[in-house]
């Protein structure tokens, strides 16, 4: 087999769906399925069970799956060790965060960087609209996303830091002048949507209040700096988390605590079959170092 035939076989094992292989592997669904037709009358055997709803492998696929991905997972990490030397550098580490607060993580940072000098730590933004999807095409190695996080593919690491929740609202909205609001009083406002995957976005914006009222959702965002125009023209309002109070002030926007919300819990997590020297390298180190937030 090719390289590049391989690498389409394992990517629409870990998808199961042509369409999103070909589009994280910038390649036409054609080419996928001309790689996957290849493959199979080499091998004699179907490597897919697939009809016009759903892609699933057959014991014969998910055995070369778990016999290719080792192997191919070294051989990449072994091209880029060689690519590092070359440069110099002794690795590179993508850090995919959510939040907007990376001075708050200065001190996980530099222990990391005192232990491995060479490692090149790079931050990535990552859309709370999509939190798992550049873990997932390999954009980032590892990111920083509030709790809880239950997806089969994702390895959870330690918690990095724990914060209060806030709302956040329009200065001229009646809530404004409070010193503290509850969840309850969302029943009577209208939230902001746009976080995904459901179940992650209701640890923050609860779909009831505690008393079982509904929560009302107008429109949908993937990014703080969307939310902001929606926010402070009064059309809805949303739950934040704290440190967005400190890092992104500004005049039309207000945030009150709130009161009855469980500290937010952040965390490391990254794809377990991509998991690296480097990735278990940076989640000791957020074992031995406490970040402080300011509440």
């Known amino acids: 087999m090719e390289l590049r035939d391989i690498e389409i076989f394992l990517t629409l094992a870990e998808e199961l769906h042509f369409g999103r292989t070909a589009q994280r592997l910038h390649v036409t669904q054609a080419r996928v399925s001309q790689a996957i037709k290849k493959q199979e009358r080499r091998i004699g055997a179907a490597l897919f069970d697939r009809d016009n709803r759903n892609v699933a492998l057959t014991p014969i696929g998910r055995q070369l799956f778990e016999d290719l991905q080792p192997m191919y997972r070294g051989l990449r990490e072994g091209i880029e060790r060689a690519v ?4 110099g550098t002794t690795g ?16 996980l940072f530099d222990a990391f960087k005192a232990r491995h000098p060479g490692c090149d730590l790079q931050i990535r933004s990552v859309d709370f609209g999509d939190p798992f999807g550049t873990l997932r095409s390999g954009d980032i190695d590892v990111a920083l996303i509030w709790l809880p996080v239950d997806e089969p593919d994702l390895t959870v ?3 990095v830091y724990t914060e209060p929740v806030v709302l956040a609202l ?3 909205h009646p809530l404004a002048g409070r010193d503290t609001v509850s969840y ?11 976080a995904r995957p459901d179940y992650w976005r209701q640890a923050l914006v609860p779909t009831h209040t505690p008393s079982g009222r509904p929560i009302p959702v107008g429109p949908h965002v993937s990014h703080f700096m969307g939310m902001i125009p929606v926010i402070a023209g009064g059309e809805a309002v949303s739950p934040v988390h704290m440190h967005a109070a400190r890092y ?3 005049s039309d926007i207000a945030y009150v605590p709130i009161r009855d919300a469980p500290l937010a819990r952040w965390a490391l997590i990254w794809r377990t079959a991509a998991e690296t020297d480097l990735i278990r390298a940076l989640a000791q180190t957020a074992k031995e170092t406490t970040c402080s937030i300011r509440c």
């Open 84 to 87: 590092r030397a070359a440069q």
């Open 92 to 107: 590179v580490l993508r850090l995919g965060m959510v939040g907007h607060n990376p001075q708050d993580l200065r001190p």
């Open 157 to 159: 690491g330690p918690i």
């Open 170 to 172: 329009s200065p001229t």
């Open 184 to 194: 309850e009083d969302l029943a009577d406002l209208t939230v902001l949507g746009g």
């Open 248 to 250: 992104m002030t500004r």
